[in-house]
């Protein structure tokens, strides 16, 4: 992540493959988004939760998009 965007946590997503289709709508809609790995994420893998992450001016449009 860069520091001069502040980024603001969307959704968690239950696992990696759920996580990642929800990275694939929002970068269809032209949103940045960055995945964050759960602490488990070492232990469960594909199966531990992740952190969606959009820059705050884009919360909005995210969560239509999500809709």
Request: zero cysteines.
């Amino acid at each position: 992540m860069t520091e001069d965007i502040n980024w603001i946590t969307l959704a968690t997503a239950p696992n990696e493959p759920m996580a990642e289709l929800m990275q694939q709508r929002l970068a269809e809609a032209k949103i940045p988004v960055v995945l964050v790995p759960g602490d488990a994420s070492a232990y469960l893998g594909a199966s531990s939760e992740f952190e969606i992450k959009v820059p705050k001016d884009k919360v909005e449009a995210a969560k239509k998009v999500l809709e």
